[in-house]
């Protein structure tokens, strides 16, 4: 077994009984022992209640009505009756069980199998449960006395010292229950404790490598596909998110280092160079162009900023329903007016409700971006077209325009940060919309396809449909 | 106006300070948040610009939560470098009626600030608006320029009512985009434009001035006088 890897405070190191005794595998232990003894002393009352109580209860109903009997035959007819009627049931006891003394007002025996009435037991009416000595043999008696009326004393009773025995017996495995019991539970307790520790040392062990910084160890699975196995593919997949969510960071810092690096310079080259030049107008117009410069690199910081925060997940706190065909109602009111600037043919095509959960600002964002490429690459005359539309368990927004379109090798780098296609490097942009609209997509457990749309581009967000309260899918209106 | 300038950063607070003076206005200036409250809750101010990270165990949040508590009404913008759109909900929830984020543009922050001191002044609400020759019904969201009904889309309505309420003040394309459209981002192209440009086709052409007046580096205006 591989020690713990968190070392202990040193005073608990120094005492490993203190040790054992806190730790989890020993208080399970330690409880299954409780349960264990509690159910067998259960068990053994049980138990006993139910076979010697029930023969005892059984043994005085008997004597009562042994006493019952003889006391009446006493009436009809004298002692020696008695001593008769005593002498043959002695005779017929088969069991050898039976007890009984006949004594006249002096003491004497007139009958039995006593050879002396017992001290202990004078008072009349009373049950009593006492040593004797029976035919000579030591045994234990469970009696009844009754005085007769002319001063002869009646003792009946049975031989109970099997019975004794029994519950010696039952009480005995009562005892030596409980403490096997205790045993195998401390027992149970160091097993519970090593196999706990096994399990869970790899999992520390994984816990500790990552907190020195190491992210790509993961926690190894036993194979028994039990609760420490789900556990250990939860934290996997916690500390995968975590890597995914670490590879983002650096890829921004390289994003940054590398794009934002290259304006930059040129900016403080140029601030540099109208430095030189003391013609004050010379000067004027350079600090106007580098404020211009430097909205455009805060403009790209805040769009990096925006995509990291979405991709972190943060935003999913801001979830809520809405009507996305509203909201891209919205959109196309805001840019259709841009696209007939242009000279362009706007066809928006949205169903009149369209239930979506998520967040309105971002997919707002997202679907605005969309646009603005479409509007920006579609030469004037050219039509660029939005439509929505739910698809059973799917939402789909597409905007296709007629632009030059993204060659298929590239349409899997262009949702990379900072990267713009071939067709787009003399038109203006950062070359971060469609990292956002990525960002957005995968935010919200969709994707973004791009397609060729014969001519032109088509990007299609397709979502996960939220739970339909009504299933009737809305009739297609067009809003334009 | 009367403005209370809560700003640590002395080259903010200084360049800040400068430009509001410059717009005529009169600015105290705090460089904690403990001062900040003392000034806000012991003077009468138009508008408080509050940075939302203060030294002196006391942020801006608190402040205004504070001020707030007092039942305290005067405008409050945030001039905050924490950008993310949570941040920018906490500032309004604390009581803050605008959110610009650091870095900014002058232009911006006067434009915003003048027009949250305009905000404070208005009583009641009003049912007509007017400016010159212009007249706008609020209720029967019909629009008159010189007696002459001037047909309006529901959006370009609300682009006007906004220029209108605004009236002689500049007006940025981020101030429309959030007002009108409810958009919190920068899109990328100048989208704000086409639309004031349609809509200034429907209110100047054809009369003798116009009211409509693009602001260079800054926005529009809305005025009668060229």
Not at chain 1, 247 to 271: C, F, K, W
Not at chain 2, 74 to 93: H, M, Y
Request: charged residues 25%; without cysteine; negative net charge.
């Amino acid at each position: 077994m591989t020690p713990p890897l968190t070392l202990p405070p040193p005073d608990e190191a120094e005492r490993p009984l203190l040790r054992l005794v806190r730790s989890t595998g020993f208080k399970l232990a330690a409880l299954h022992a409780v349960l264990l003894v509690l159910s067998a002393i259960t068990l053994g009352g049980f138990f006993w209640w139910s076979t010697a109580g029930y023969l005892n209860r059984q043994t005085d109903q008997t004597v009562r009505t042994d006493v019952l009997l003889l006391s009446a035959r006493w009436r009809e007819d004298d002692q020696t009756a008695i001593a008769r009627a005593i002498a043959q049931r002695l005779a017929e006891d088969a069991d050898d069980e039976a007890i009984y003394l006949l004594t006249d007002p002096a003491g004497t025996v007139l009958a039995g199998n006593l050879d002396r009435w017992p001290g202990a037991a004078n008072a009349e009416g009373q049950w009593y449960e006492l040593p004797l000595v029976r035919a000579g043999a030591a045994t234990v008696g469970r009696i009844y006395v009754l005085d007769l009326p002319d001063g002869a004393r009646l003792l009946v009773g049975r031989d109970v010292k099997q019975r004794l025995s029994l519950r010696e017996l039952v009480a005995d495995a009562v005892l030596y229950g409980t403490g096997l019991a205790v045993v195998l539970a401390a027992l149970g307790g160091v097993l519970v404790r090593r196999l706990l520790q096994s399990r869970l040392a790899p999992v520390a062990e994984t816990a500790t490598a990552i907190g020195h910084g190491d992210l790509s160890h993961r926690v190894p699975l036993s194979g028994a596909d039990d609760d420490f196995d789900r556990l250990a593919e939860t934290l996997n997949a916690m500390l995968d998110r975590i890597g995914v969510l670490m590879e983002g960071v650096r890829e921004v810092s390289n994003a940054i280092a590398h794009d934002l690096r290259t304006p930059l310079a040129r900016l403080r080259g140029r601030l540099e160079e109208s430095l030189g030049s003391g013609d004050p107008a010379s000067l004027r117009v350079a600090v106007e162009r580098g404020i211009a410069e430097l909205d455009g690199i805060i403009g790209v910081f805040h769009a990096l900023l925006r995509i990291a925060e979405i991709e972190a997940g943060a935003r999913r706190s801001a979830f809520a329903a809405f009507d996305l065909a509203a909201v891209l109602a919205d959109a196309a009111d805001l840019y259709g007016a841009a696209a007939d600037e242009r000279g362009l043919v706007f066809d928006v095509s949205l169903p009149q409700a369209l239930p979506m959960v998520g967040d309105r600002d971002m997919l707002l964002q997202a679907v605005a971006n969309l646009l603005d490429n479409a509007i920006k690459f579609t030469a004037p005359g050219g039509a660029v077209r939005l439509t929505a539309v739910r698809h059973g368990a799917e939402v789909a927004i597409a905007v296709a325009d007629q632009g030059p379109g993204i060659p298929p090798e590239e349409r899997g780098r262009v949702v990379e940060r900072f990267y713009r296609a071939e067709a787009s490097r003399g038109t203006p942009g950062s070359g971060l919309g469609l990292a956002l609209v990525q960002a957005v997509a995968q935010l919200h457990g969709g994707m973004l396809q791009l397609e060729d749309a014969g001519p032109g581009l088509r990007a299609t967000l397709v979502f996960p449909a939220p739970e339909p309260q009504v299933d009737a899918e809305p009739p297609l209106a067009a809003v334009v | 106006m009367r403005i209370l300038l809560v700003e640590d950063d002395k080259d903010v607070a200084r360049f800040v300070m400068k430009g509001l003076k410059e717009s005529g206005h009169i600015v105290d200036h705090a460089d904690q948040g403990r001062d900040g409250l003392f000034l806000a809750a012991s003077e009468q101010y138009d508008v408080i610009v509050l940075d939302r990270m203060l030294p002196g165990g006391m942020d801006g949040l608190r402040l205004l939560e504070t001020l707030r508590a007092t039942g305290a009404k005067v405008p409050v913008l945030f001039l905050s470098a924490l950008a993310q759109v949570d941040e920018r909900v906490k500032g309004l929830k604390a009581g803050g009626d605008d959110y610009l984020t650091k870095p900014f543009a002058f232009t911006e922050l006067l434009a915003r600030v003048e027009a949250l001191g305009r905000r404070g002044r208005s009583e009641g609400p009003v049912t007509r608006l007017s400016v010159a020759d212009l007249e706008m019904d609020l209720l029967a969201r019909s629009v008159k320029r010189d007696g002459k009904a001037i047909d309006l889309q529901p959006r370009e309505f609300r682009l006007l009512e906004f220029l209108i309420r605004h009236a002689g003040q500049v007006v940025t394309r981020t101030m429309l985009l959030e007002a009108v459209w409810d958009y919190h981002f920068d899109p990328q192209t100048n989208v704000i434009d086409v639309h004031v440009s349609r809509l200034r086709q429907k209110l100047d052409r054809g009369f003798s001035f116009p009211l409509i007046h693009t602001v260079r580096n800054a926005g529009y205006m809305l005025r009668a006088e060229p």
